[in-house]
């Protein structure tokens, strides 16, 4: 992508599985504390469901007790030599799974598409490049990208199933920042909405708590599969990141990767700037699946 957005691709919500504390036979230290056992007594079991694996009688439970589908919108994409085409997907399913976990709903499995800019130019014809083929001028192998228009369709539909299906909530997540692609999301999202059905558009957390400490930032060259992306999907999956080939080849360093930035990659700091943003990001939507429950009592 080619987008200062995309600069924050990776930084979302990573958050633990609430679990209900078990019986303990003898006493122990601050058992009697009346504050830990309101505190105790407050902590529900959290249920998901993964809607592939459902039953009629899974969903009228999950429509019951925790109407709120999630979903992941991303494309698979060229991010260089040195990472994986599936970078966008398996860092914005990654980080949706975190907190689908601890907040409960059903998850709807990853959806592999997305949107990118489009530049047409003359060349014995109309010819056109996709995101940062305007830079390489050349073909960035393994992009599959949709129209915009599209993505917009395919988005509405699933939007009107879950509302025809009875679910209060939808949080649409993407690992992708192009333009069009963010954008329309976003519309569409919003056009859903209504005070029946609530859709959330939410690209990795970010407008819980921006801006970034400085300590969490990466100097040098932190766009499209820059030194920050390939940290975050490092820090998710350390096997989709080669960082021998980071910045080496011609078509590489044409888009401003480096392989002198390599001792800027950290995969310690992309997890602790990703621990820093779950945490505004889950308190953000269980915010709103709270004021949701209220409205449904």
Known sequence: ???????????????????????????????????????????????????EEMYPSDMREALEEMPVAWVVFSPLEWHGEAMTFGTDPVIGQHVLDKVWKQVGGVRIPTVYI??????????????SHWGLEVVTKELNHGSIYTRTLTLQLVLEDYLYFLKREGFKMAIVNSGHGGTEHVQMMREVCERFSDDNFKAVFDLYGM???????????????????????????????????????????????????????????????????????????????????DEMNETRQ
Do not use: C
């Open 114 to 127: 997305g949107s990118e800019t489009e530049f047409k130019y003359l060349e014995k014809g109309v010819k």
């Open 207 to 289: 407008a819980t708590r921006l801006p970034i400490p400085e300590e969490f930032e990466f100097k040098g060259n932190s766009g499209h599969a820059g030194i920050r992306e390939f940290s975050f999907l490092g820090a998710v999956n350390p096997d989709m990141v080669d960082i021998e080939k980071f910045g080496v080849s011609e078509q590489d360093r044409k888009t401003g990767l480096k392989q002198e930035d390599r001792d800027k990659i950290d995969f310690e700091k992309a997890e602790k700037a990703i621990e820093y943003l779950v945490e505004g990001s889950v308190e953000k939507i269980q915010s709103m699946v």
């Open 1 to 51: 992508m080619i987008t200062t957005m995309k600069n924050f691709r990776s930084i979302l919500l990573v958050a633990g599985l609430l679990i209900v504390p078990g019986f303990v036979a003898a006493s122990s230290p601050g058992e009697n504390d009346p504050e830990k056992k309101e505190a105790s007594a407050t902590k529900k079991e959290v249920k998901t469901w993964r809607w």
